[in-house]
């Protein structure tokens, strides 16, 4: 189709539930205008997501934003750890990061995936290896030890940990 891809996972959107124990591998490529997407949730709404892990393969090739190895966007994160890549090549690379890309709280998780992203135009940027940008929900206890590359842009929020503004501890 030709349309803007929302909501791409395993589950795209889940509102109110529960997903746990879960483990998952595979692939995800996109070659068109995406919004939240993650290895195993899209946009988790109010959602729990714990013990899960991902070594899904994220390849995005066009605008994309809220990108993530365990969610795209939202959710309360608890013990969960990413191992597959994320490489997008786009205009712009907005919320990107192993574990979350946009708006999770996160506790007790780690990311070993690689991160890449390139951007072709001079546009801001939130990259890292936990929470692309997490819009003042709390990270808490976390780590990456997954390679963060960028390539684009000047005014951009490119780490190890957390891409934008709020709190971290541990």
């Known amino acids: 189709s030709d349309n803007d891809s929302k909501y791409i996972g395993l589950f795209g959107n889940v509102a109110g539930g529960e997903v746990k124990n879960l483990g998952i591998t595979g692939e995800i490529v996109l070659k068109k205008e995406s919004q939240s997407v993650g290895g195993v949730i899209g946009y988790a709404e109010s959602t729990s997501i714990s013990n899960c892990n991902s070594s899904v393969q994220i390849n995005i090739n066009g605008p994309v934003r809220n990108v993530g190895g365990i969610v795209g966007e939202g959710g309360e994160i608890y013990a969960c750890f990413n191992t597959g890549n994320i490489k997008v090549v786009s205009d712009t690379c907005i919320y990107v990061g192993g574990i979350s890309g946009y708006g999770a709280y996160i506790r007790n998780a780690y990311n070993s995936g690689e991160i890449y992203c390139e951007q072709k135009n001079n546009y801001w940027d939130n990259v890292s290896g936990i929470i692309g940008y997490h819009n003042g929900a709390p990270v808490i206890n976390c780590y990456n030890v997954g390679d963060v590359k960028y390539k684009g842009g000047e005014d ?15």
């Open 156 to 170: 951009n929020y490119v780490n190890s940990i957390c891409g934008g503004y709020g709190s971290i501890d541990n």
